[in-house]
């Protein structure tokens, strides 16, 4: 991605601003491998510099997978498939970003999944319906047990209702970025989804820190992703037995590099819990 590094070191212009929106979407992204094509990155380039409008990208896009349709062999065909994937979410997720629609809300949460994932996944925007849990890295290879498929509703209920009720007014720089922790790693944990619950409170989470007036600083999310998601494991986990206990720590330095422009040093073995 070197050549964008000219556009973020441009101080406070619009050009930074857009493409720290391009830059973030694609660290998003790469927290499933997931990364943009070459002809995505050229017209990206276009519209930081301007050449190009949101739609025109689209547009572009469009026009350029259609053309890859037509012409696809076999041995070619999930390649491409990954690779339109990562290019229509990033471009749903800058438009996403850039706008000015924002529910702080259950249905605006899932109203945001079916927004980043219609036509790729068939049941985007529809909460899961089934048991869930995974093998963490960051945990020493201890398993998550997510909510039950029931609770999921009334627990994002209970969670949106909560953080509505918040007044963060008087709280400190550093109390604000605790408090929207504890709330990210609420929406995470929940695990709503069948599929892509990590980009979908990625991107909520992002939205509303910029609907709470925070702006990018920098491309921390591009070079650091797979630490913010650990970091969001680590908040939510408790072992007693080993004396473990949830903590906001990592997200806290993630968060205030991203938009402080702090240099706290985000290192993943630093989080790590050794097995049992």
């Known amino acids: 991605m070197n050549r964008f590094d000219k556009y973020i070191s441009r101080g406070n212009s619009e050009e930074k601003r857009i493409c720290l929106f391009w830059l973030t979407s694609f660290g998003i992204q790469s927290v499933v491998n997931l990364k943009p094509s070459d002809f995505m990155l050229s017209i990206v380039e276009r519209h930081v510099k301007g050449e190009l409008t949101l739609e025109r990208v689209k547009s572009e896009m469009d026009r350029y997978y259609e053309q890859q349709r037509r012409n696809r062999h076999d041995d070619e065909s999930q390649h491409r498939h990954h690779t339109q994937e990562a290019d229509r979410v990033s471009y749903r997720i800058v438009k996403y970003f850039m706008g000015n629609d924002f529910s702080l809300s259950y249905e605006g949460f899932s109203d945001t999944h079916h927004l980043l994932f219609h036509g790729i996944y068939a049941h985007s925007g529809k909460m899961r319906e089934h048991s ?145």
């Open 132 to 276: 869930a849990s995974k093998k963490e890295w960051v945990l020493g290879n201890a398993t998550v047990i997510y909510p039950k498929a029931g609770d999921i509703e009334d627990s994002m209920n209970y969670i949106f209702e909560n953080e509505k009720a918040c007044d963060d007014s008087a709280l400190s720089e550093k109390h604000k970025l605790r408090h929207y922790s504890e709330f990210i790693a609420k929406l995470f944990i929940a695990n709503a989804f069948q599929y892509a619950n990590s980009r979908v409170a990625f991107v909520y989470a992002m939205k509303y820190m910029l609907t709470k007036g925070y702006t990018f600083a920098n491309d921390t999310f591009l070079r650091e992703a797979w630490y913010f998601r650990n970091a969001i494991i680590r908040a939510s986990y408790t072992n007693m037995h080993q004396g473990i206990y949830p903590t906001t720590q990592y997200m806290e330095m993630f968060l205030a590099n991203l938009f402080l422009d702090e240099d706290n040093d985000l290192r993943n073995h630093h989080m790590v819990i050794k097995g049992e």
